[in-house]
């Protein structure tokens, strides 16, 4: 999915209206996260082969070069994640001393597991190792967010229909001005898919 989306449902399921600016920060920042291999691959492929390069083309670009698939499998990794998802509940509610960290490491966390656990159901054959470090195996889902070959169309129709309605669901949600300005940011490449496709 698109990271507007990742970011949407992850402030939607883990942000509550009572939440200080730092809580809400981090449940849309969780959502961000899995991404940020891909945005950093992006800045540094401009600055060094500028643009036009081949990023996503198999099986040369560099997508699928190392150590770019590396750092997508940490991202995307169940194992590692779940083991902070873990971490994060056990310092929330059994740790006094660090009860407020293991909340902001919750709601990070929840977030960031939201995403991945999108992706999986979401990325065909460009799926990573989504079980890394145990196993190199990937899940080829049967649907795409992007790919016309795997229903993309259709996911990208049905993607931008919920992320409308989340953006929406946020604003009524929240009072403060800019957590609505960034929910209405989130949903401009939904207008743009929908004009689009329509």
């Known amino acids: ?41 992006v800045a540094y492929s401009r600055l060094v ?19 770019w698939q590396t750092f997508g499998s ?9 083991l902070v998802l873990i971490l994060a509940f056990v310092l929330f509610k059994y740790s006094s001393k ?12 929840v977030g960031y597991f939201l995403h991945i656990s999108v992706d999986f159901v979401t990325h065909a054959d460009d799926a990573y190792p989504q079980f890394w ?13 992007w790919q016309p070959q795997y229903y993309g169309r259709i996911v990208g129709v049905v ?17 403060q001005w800019p957590i609505r300005i960034a929910a209405v940011l989130m949903a401009l490449p939904y207008g743009v898919s929908l004009f689009l496709h329509f």
């Open 49 to 67: 082969n500028g643009p036009g390069y081949n990023l996503w083309r198999k099986p040369d670009g560099l997508y699928w070069q190392e150590p």
């Open 133 to 145: 470090p145990i196993t190199d195996w990937r899940f080829f889902s049967p649907i795409s967010y």
């Open 98 to 109: 660090f009860k407020i960290f293991g909340l902001g490491l919750l709601i990070f966390s």
């Open 74 to 82: 940490v991202a995307n990794s169940f194992p590692l994640w779940t």
């Open 159 to 175: 993607e931008a229909i919920m992320g409308l309605a989340i953006v929406t669901y946020l604003v009524i949600k929240f009072k």
């Open 1 to 41: 999915m698109l990271t507007s989306s990742h970011i949407i449902i992850g402030a939607a399921v883990t942000s509550r209206s009572h939440f200080k600016p730092w809580q809400l920060m981090l449940a849309w920042v969780g959502g961000f996260m899995p991404d940020l291999p891909i945005f950093l691959m």
